[in-house]
């Protein structure tokens, strides 16, 4: 059974930074993408960035794009921990962040990688608080 557990969320003052972790269990042997998705209140979710476990591939929305950084660490063995680094946080990125999973890598390229449909596993979310 795949499981997504998040950590990392928190309060930060805007141009501050947070990493968020996710750490994936149940996929086996299996290549498999992993993505963060954000909803901020009265918002839709939406796509942040992704990775894939086949070779690194890694995407990102560009509102996000040099100043968030995924990255994955599997540690030796089978299940990975993805993170998020995010530097230079600005007022709309406040929302809940979410881990996705789902498996393949194949569809990367074919299709929109933040396709929301395209994901089967998610986490349960951890709150992104920009304030000063």
């Known amino acids: 059974q795949v499981q997504l557990v998040e950590s990392g969320g928190g309060l930060v003052q805007p141009g501050g930074s947070l990493r968020l972790s996710c750490a994936a269990s149940?996929?086996?042997?299996?290549?498999?993408?992993m993505g963060w998705f954000r909803q901020a209140p009265g918002k839709e979710r939406e796509g942040v960035s992704c990775?894939?476990?086949?070779?690194?591939?890694?995407?990102?929305?560009d509102s996000v794009k040099d100043r968030f950084a995924i990255s994955g660490d599997n540690a030796g063995g089978t299940n990975w921990t993805v993170y998020l680094q995010m530097n230079n946080l600005k007022s709309e990125d406040p929302a809940v962040y979410y881990c996705?999973?789902?498996?393949?890598?194949?569809?990367?390229?074919?299709?929109?990688?933040?396709?929301?449909?395209?994901?089967?596993?998610w986490g349960q979310g951890t709150q992104v608080t920009v304030s000063s």
């Open positions: 996705a999973a789902t498996y393949g890598t194949d569809w990367l390229t074919i299709k929109n990688p933040f396709d929301l449909s395209s994901y089967d596993f």
């Open positions: 990775i894939s476990s086949t070779d690194g591939s890694k995407y990102y929305v």
């Open positions: 149940g996929f086996g042997l299996n290549y498999y993408t």
